[in-house]
């Protein structure tokens, strides 16, 4: 960001992703964020998908976990960043995991790296038995 301060939030909402009614909850919550933070009809797109794989993952793969939305206002920038979050098994090899074609199940194997491809930052940590947290950001 240059020589800018850091993103700091300006608000927050934060999410439980416990049931698989919560993923459309989730979605439905970055879909407002992002309008209300002023994304044009792609950048909305784009985040909502990365959203969407990474929250499903973390319910399906993780067993359930958290999802935090902040709206990150620096002038003259803006943004979101969504940090999703469990507690599961974690990723063995997150390097391979974002490889395309690593699929753990039934996938084209095309979620991670597709995630990370559609926003403007990307963070994962994982552990064997540590969870997995994913921290994406898309700037306006």
């Known amino acids: 960001m240059g020589d800018s301060e850091p ?7 934060s999410l ?29 797109t784009k985040l909502i998908t990365a959203a969407s794989e990474l929250v499903r993952n973390c319910y399906v793969h993780g067993g359930g976990g958290s999802l935090l939305i902040e709206h990150l206002m620096p002038p003259p920038r803006a943004g979101l960043r969504l940090t999703i979050s469990d ?4 990723i ?8 395309d074609g690593y699929s753990t199940g039934r996938g084209l194997g095309h979620g ?17 038995g540590r ?10």
Not at 7 to 13: I, L, W
Not at 87 to 90: D, F, I, K, L, M
């Open 7 to 13: 993103a700091e939030p300006a608000a927050t909402r």
């Open 16 to 44: 439980p992703i416990r049931a698989e009614r919560d993923l459309l909850t989730a979605r439905h919550a970055v879909r407002a964020a992002s309008l209300e933070a002023g994304f044009g009809l792609i950048a909305q």
């Open 87 to 90: 507690e599961g098994p974690g």
């Open 92 to 99: 063995p090899n997150p390097d391979v995991a974002l490889t």
């Open 112 to 128: 991670l790296g597709g995630a990370k491809r559609l926003v403007d930052e990307f963070h994962l940590e994982s552990a064997p």
């Open 131 to 140: 969870g997995t947290t994913v921290v994406i950001t898309r700037w306006r």
